[in-house]
T-cell receptor, first 112, second 117 residues
Framework: DAKTTQPPSMDCAEGRAANLPCNHS???????VYWYRQIHSQGPQYIIHGLKNNETNEMASLIITEDRKSSTLILPHATLRDTAVYYC?????????????FGKGITLSVRP | DAGVTQSPTHLIKTRGQQVTLRCSPK?????VSWYQQALGQGPQFIFQ???????QRGNFPDRFSGHQFPNYSSELNVNALLLGDSALYLCASSLAGGGVGGLDTQYFGPGTRLTVL
């Protein structure tokens, strides 16, 4: 079973920031938080990952709470092409247990 | 930089048949994982190959088997196909113990859509 909880859907206006929440209250000390997204019928696309510090790359920012029990993925200026299912996953990143356990994800709809 | 490639793109089989799906990992990667994604669901982990051996396996029957070649490419074989095997099959590659910060970040291919009639 997935170790994360996400709302089923949300929407935001084009050009505005999209803040996607994720709860992972049972996360272990050696587990990272990963975010992937999947545009209809395509393979999941890696977005970002983090352990406990906030992270930023060219696609998004990841904010992890101090107790690591929840996180937020931020798309700073959402576009129509950001409409997708976003998956929040916790995983040990190396070795024999580095599988990804996907939940149902959150469907983000960006409206014009 | 070549990403993960999969073949074929689409495949139609009938119940009871056998199928082989192929995956070439991203350049520089040595680990391949396979996932099954039924319509409307998130991907489910099937198994992972590293150094030509199955390193870990999800909750899938023995009808699902795999292989990894010396060039790190991989095959997924499914025997005695059932209607329920209809799904998008995804391959993901990673570098064991490598990458940014030594993490095995997985990168996915476009998938193979299998339809069983």
């Amino acid at each position: 079973d997935a170790k994360t909880t996400q709302p089923p859907s949300m929407d935001c206006a084009e050009g505005r920031a999209a803040n996607l929440p994720c709860n992972h209250s049972t996360i272990s000390g050696n587990e990272y938080v990963y975010w992937y997204r999947q545009i209809h019928s395509q393979g999941p696309q890696y977005i970002i990952h983090g352990l406990k510090n906030n992270e930023t790359n060219e696609m998004a920012s990841l904010i992890i709470t101090e107790d690591r029990k929840s996180s937020t993925l931020i798309l700073p200026h959402a576009t129509l092409r950001d409409t997708a299912v976003y998956y929040c996953i916790v995983s040990v990143p190396t070795g024999a247990n580095s599988k990804l356990t996907f939940g149902k994800g959150i469907t983000l709809s960006v409206r014009p | 930089d070549a990403g993960v490639t999969q073949s074929p793109t689409h495949l139609i089989k009938t119940r009871g048949q056998q199928v082989t799906l192929r995956c070439s990992p991203k350049s520089g990667h040595d680990t391949v994982s396979w996932y099954q994604q039924a319509l409307g669901q998130g991907p489910q982990f099937i198994f992972q190959y590293y150094e030509e051996e199955e390193r870990q396996r999800g909750n899938f029957p023995d009808r699902f088997s795999g292989h990894q070649f010396p060039n790190y490419s991989s095959e997924l074989n499914v025997n005695a196909l059932l209607l329920g095997d209809s799904a998008l099959y995804l391959c993901a590659s990673s570098l064991a113990g490598g990458g940014v910060g030594g993490l095995d970040t997985q990168y996915f291919g476009p998938g193979t859509r299998l339809t069983v009639l």
